[in-house]
């Protein structure tokens, strides 16, 4: 019979703990983050990291389902707002501001052979593709950019903020003022190229 019974309280805290302290290990250490430096960060024994997550290739899926996950639900809650251009660019700002606090994008690519991450990261760029769509249709976006477009672009003020180290650690905002200008449907030009295949 299958037990049914919500997880112990201990267990929850004890997760959350792991998940923080093994993205602040693989954000300090990349892939060479141990498991046993993982569990000291955390405050538990190695054997409560395998009872969570029984590789590390484990832990790592659930590090990028967590993530992938905050920004489904942040778009999700935006996807009916008042002010769809408003709404998009809070989406962005909250995808800019979760890599802000730990580029962790390297575990992505980790995280790839895992069919829970495959398919929440399908959802998250359907909820990007919905966002990007309903900015549009209100004029709040040029009519040529579309939801991958906007996808590929959603690391690019982090990526362009790291090109100056000893900068205020809230640069990526400017560049993402820069990058929504050029989102904006006033002034726009024809782009040179057609958009890439859809993601």
Not at 32 to 39: E, H, M, N, Q
Not at 129 to 142: C, E, I, M, N, S
Request: glycine share 8%.
């Amino acid at each position: 019979m299958t037990d049914t019974r919500p997880p112990r309280a201990d267990a929850v805290r004890n997760r959350a703990a792991l998940l923080a302290a093994a993205a602040d290990e693989f954000a300090e250490r990349g892939m060479d983050a141990s498991v046993a430096d993982i569990a000291r960060r955390a405050g538990v024994g190695k054997g409560t990291v395998f009872r969570h997550f029984p590789t590390k290739d484990d832990l790592i899926a659930a590090i990028v389902l967590d993530r992938v996950g905050e920004l489904t639900a942040a778009g999700d809650r935006l996807r009916d707002a008042a002010d769809p251009g408003g709404a998009l660019l809070e989406f962005l700002t909250i995808a800019a501001q979760q890599r802000q606090q730990r580029d962790l994008s390297f575990l992505h690519v980790a995280g790839d052979t895992n069919a829970a991450v495959a398919e929440a990261r399908e959802q998250m760029y359907r909820t990007v593709h919905d966002l990007v769509d309903r900015a549009r249709t209100h004029g709040a976006l040029r009519t040529d950019v579309t939801g991958t477009d906007v996808i590929l672009l959603m690391c690019a003020p982090n990526y362009v903020a790291s090109y100056a180290p000893g900068a205020s650690p809230d640069l990526w905002r400017r560049y993402l003022g820069i990058l929504f200008d050029g989102l904006r449907p006033q002034g726009a030009h024809p782009l040179p190229e057609p958009p890439p295949p859809a993601l």
